[in-house]
């Protein structure tokens, strides 16, 4: 069992950066992969980056490379998301995930992930 608690989102003007976090309890943190993702409204859940266990592999969403960076501190049972040069089209609520390892899982399908947060928002005005 994981528990997860978003944070640090908020209401940022275009081209403004915000770092949102993820804080873990339950099992050890380091033996999860960690996942972001967003929705909209209306919209389905979209996937925005993933990193492994170790911080040795990232993933990172299309629509977010160069823009988005995800990490992570195992010691701090923390993963975290800065997100700079941030569009309207990133108004979404952000949502964090615990995926435990199974080698050939998916690292950016929703499915794959065992335990969520209850998600933070981000909006981003003109």
């Known amino acids: 069992q994981v528990q997860l608690v978003e944070s640090g989102g908020g209401l940022v003007q275009a081209g403004g950066s915000l770092r949102l976090s993820c804080a873990a309890s339950g099992r050890p943190f380091s033996s999860y992969a960690m996942g972001w993702f967003r929705q909209a409204p209306g919209k389905e859940r979209e996937f925005v980056a993933a990193i492994s266990r170790s911080a040795g592999n990232t993933f990172m969403a299309d629509s977010v490379k160069g823009r988005f960076t995800i990490s992570r501190d195992n010691a701090a049972n923390t993963v975290f998301l800065q997100i700079n040069s941030l569009k309207p089209e990133d108004t979404a609520v952000y949502f964090c995930?615990?995926?435990?390892?199974?080698?050939?899982?998916?690292?950016?399908?929703?499915?794959?992930?065992?335990?969520w947060g209850q998600g933070t928002q981000v909006t981003v005005s003109l």
């Open positions: 995930a615990a995926r435990s390892y199974s080698s050939g899982r998916s690292y950016t399908d929703f499915h794959e992930y065992d335990y």
